[in-house]
Structures are given as C-alpha cells and as structure tokens.
C-alpha cells in the first residue's frame, strides 16, 4: 500500500514562513514526480507546485512564484514545500501527491498517490 503523509502545517501570521514536508514510501518515490496541492473552505483543490524526480524542473502556481519552494531529497523519500511572506489567502489544506510520471506537472489527473493533507492557517 502506498503511503503519503504530510506534516508542518499550523498557525502563522502574514508574513511569516512555515515549511511543509511530505514522506512518501520508497516504492513511491523513486523515479516519480511529486506535487503540492491546497484546498480553501469551499474552493476546489488547486495545484500549488511540482518537482521532477531528479529536482531539476519545477513549476509553480503565479499566486504562490517568488514565495515558495518545492525542493526533494531523494535519499530520505520527502518532498518539501518552503513558504514564506504568507498572506491569509494562503489558508487552505495542503496535499501532498506522487506523480505516474517522473516530470513535474500542475495537473491533478497525473497524480495517482494522496496523503490526507495538512492544515496552514495564516491570520492577517
């Protein structure tokens, strides 16, 4: 069974910086891309950033470039999600998610491995 768990979520003020982390079982994390997804009250689930397998492609939502970071060490299967200079429209549930491919991609139908998501409340 795969498993994707995310961890680091919690309150922070605007402005301030918080770093999520995503651990993926090694069957899972070895030639696949991974992604960052987030969820408002309300809204639909919206691609945040990815990263290729190798580290050396990214992509990112316009709302989140200049302030976020998608990195990955492959050595210990977990993907990272570097946020800084928060705002309260940041507030949502954050996803964590393993490619098919071994490319990034903002496209939700390419990931096939969820974990249960974490909470990042930014208070203005």
């Known amino acids: 069974q795969v498993q994707v768990r995310e961890s680091g979520g919690g309150l922070v003020q605007a402005g301030g910086s918080l770093r999520l982390s995503c651990a993926a079982s090694?069957?899972?994390?070895?030639?696949?891309?991974m992604g960052w997804f987030r969820q408002a009250p309300g809204k639909e689930r919206e691609f945040v950033a990815s990263?290729?397998?190798?580290?050396?492609?990214?992509i990112y939502a316009d709302s989140v470039k200049g302030r976020f970071t998608i990195s990955r060490d492959n050595a210990k299967n977990t993907v990272y999600l570097q946020m800084n200079s928060l705002k309260p429209e940041d507030t949502a549930d954050y996803y964590c998610?393993?490619?098919?491919?071994?490319?990034?991609?903002?496209?939700?139908?390419?990931?096939?491995?969820w974990g249960q998501g974490t909470q990042v409340t930014v208070s203005s």
């Open positions: 090694r069957r899972t994390s070895s030639n696949n891309g």
């Open positions: 998610a393993v490619s098919r491919s071994s490319t990034a991609s903002t496209q939700r139908s390419q990931y096939n491995y």
């Open positions: 990263i290729s397998w190798r580290g050396d492609s990214t």
